[in-house]
């Protein structure tokens, strides 16, 4: 089959490197893929495939990219489009609505729909709201990353259709990066434990939050923590980290291109956020035996972690709880037979049957 797999834009961060994955993973099944992003984040590169074509619309904007989009749909003859992202979702079928393509389109939702929708009459997010119980009539599939979200889902769309399918995560390609070289001395010559957090430094991600808890740690234990990924926040936890007088103890790495050879020779992983749809580095740091820490957010850690079988979580926005969180973590860290189980349900050949199933294809 011809398949397409869209995302608004790439950069180092959940949506757009899980439908890499997705691409990669219906071209190892023998389909004809290309992928295509609207838009690139300055100073990322993505990855190299020789197995799908990958384009770029040079759209910063989802709804810049209307034009394109159904010119796609139109004129490249593809049997199925998987989308991500509901603003993104919703171009796309309006694409094959004005188009009248029969071409079988499969929508992902990210991230909570409180965050996108709203009852606020003549609001933006209302208007949207409006417009997108119109056009998702035309999709095939309306997905979720969790079981937690398709339950607001249903709250938010009286008659939602949508259904849980996870991101892959698990694939050879990724398991081949556990192992890849560190050049990091914390890791490679470990004295102390180590923990490590990964994703983007933005408010709701609770680095702030993290490092305050592990400022409480250090009195019970000496550890040194990592902080992968980049962000707004940057500058800001830059201060506090030498306001705490944590500059021996803490690391900010910025974006990195591999963060699963951190994550397999780190002692915990933690995730303080707020809110998540599904955290595909708390999975990624499961899979590479990496002990998880998580917030109780409302959608994903719970799911992931089976109600604290595969892991520890703590409540949201409490640097104590995440502190003693991390303290159970790191003097009783869990099996990773235990741990390998609980990726199983990410990995790319159950994920790639399940959207087919729902397909009809």
Known sequence: MKICVIAARFGLSGVPLAQFKLARALSRAGHEVELIYGFINPGNKIPNSDSFKISILNKKRVLMMILDLITIVKKKNFNVIFSAGDHLNAMVLLSAIITRSKIKISCSSRVTPFDVYSNFLFSKKWIFKQIMKIVMLRANVLSCVSKDMVNQYKQVFKFSKHICIYNIVKDKYSIKKIYEDIDEEWLL?????????????????????????????????????????????????????????????????????????????????????????????????????????????????????????????????????????????????????????????????????????????
């Open 189 to 361: 010559n470990k004295v102390d434990p180590v923990i490590v957090s990964a994703g983007m430094l933005e408010p709701w991600k609770g680095n702030d939050e993290l490092i305050i808890a592990f400022k409480k740690l250090l009195i019970f234990k000496k550890v040194k923590l990592i902080i992968l990924g980049d962000g707004s926040m940057r500058k800001n936890l830059e201060k506090l980290i030498t306001k705490l007088e944590l500059n021996n103890y803490v690391k900010l790495k910025g974006n990195v291109q591999n963060p699963l050879k951190y994550f397999s020779r780190s002692d915990v992983f933690v995730l303080s956020s707020h809110v998540e749809g599904m955290p595909n580095a708390l999975i990624e740091a499961m899979m590479s035996g990496c002990t998880p820490v998580s917030t109780n957010c409302d959608t994903g850690p719970r799911e992931v972690l089976v109600n604290e079988k595969y892991g520890y979580l703590v409540p949201v926005k409490d640097p104590d709880a995440l502190c003693e969180g991390l303290l159970k973590a790191l003097n009783n860290p869990i099996n990773k037979k235990l741990l390998e189980e609980a990726v199983e349900p990410f990995d790319e050949s159950i994920i790639i049957k399940k959207h087919f199933k729902h397909l009809n294809i």
